[in-house]
T-cell receptor, first 115, second 113 residues
Framework: DAGVIQSPRHEVTEMGQEVTLRCKPI?????LFWYRQTMMRGLELLIY????????DSGMPEDRFSAKMPNASFSTLKIQPSEPRDSAVYFC?????????????FGDGTRLSIL | DQQVKQNSPSLSVQEGRISILNCDYT??????FLWYKKYPAEGPTFLIS?????DKNEDGRFTVFLNKSAKHLSLHIVPSQPGDSAVYFC????????????FGTGTSLTVIP
């Protein structure tokens, strides 16, 4: 079975540009999560969706960040305008449902570099 | 504010010996704990979990111990193998916050052949 698929794997762009990260969760999974990994803070939850509905976006650092889940098989994380401090690895994860004891399954991440 | 802490950024162990990775948490409402393993350029993969109603869970070479009174959990790997070299993250969740996980900052384990 296919796991969580993220694209692109790497993104290098200049500050001020719009960046869009994409995620396809595991089929049948109803919860989707966006994380950012940094050296200082480890894995930070940015936002998560249950049944395509955003539940908690308190981790989204600024209004420059937005996320959508138009259907059960696709989500995007957008940064506009991008800044050098946004450089990090962004992970998408999905889980079967919203129960607290369901492991999350991660994609391989998008390494974002803002110059 | 980090609710889940891994205070050792790195650990080196000889092949065949025991690896012990530690994790502390501050939120007494956490009732489910997990360990993830991460190789470079890959996403974290689920390794083992434990519910707060237990104090030990074992899966092959991996055992997780939970000490609720100390708000501490640990992952034991016995015997350690070079393929275990990776970054290990602990995570926790609480029933009242659903499937939101709180992750530690990770411990990089190196198993020396």
């Amino acid at each position: 079975d296919a796991g969580v698929i993220q694209s692109p794997r790497h993104e290098v762009t200049e500050m001020g540009q719009e960046v869009t990260l994409r995620c396809k969760p595991i089929s049948g999974h109803n919860s989707l999560f966006w994380y950012r990994q940094t050296m200082m803070r480890g894995l930070e939850l940015l936002i998560y969706f249950n049944n395509n509905v955003p539940i908690d976006d308190s981790g989204m650092p600024e209004d420059r960040f937005s996320a959508k889940m138009p259907n059960a098989s696709f989500s995007t994380l957008k940064i506009q305008p991008s800044e050098p401090r946004d450089s990090a690895v962004y992970f998408c994860a999905s889980s079967l449902d919203s129960a607290s004891n369901q492991p999350q399954h991660f994609g391989d991440g998008t390494r974002l570099s803002i110059l | 504010d980090q609710q889940v802490k891994q205070n050792s950024p790195s650990l080196s162990v000889q092949e065949g010996r025991i690896s012990i990775l530690n994790c502390d948490y501050t939120n007494s409402m956490f009732d489910y704990f997990l360990w993830y393993k991460k190789y470079p350029a890959e996403g974290p993969t689920f390794l083992i979990s434990i519910s707060s109603i237990k104090d030990k869970n074992e899966d092959g070479r991996f055992t997780v111990f939970l000490n609720k009174s100390a708000k501490h959990l640990s992952l034991h790997i016995v015997p350690s193998q070079p393929g275990d070299s990776a970054v290990y993250f602990c995570a926790a969740s609480a029933a009242d916050t659903g499937n939101q996980f709180y992750f530690g900052t990770g411990t990089s384990l190196t198993v020396i052949p």
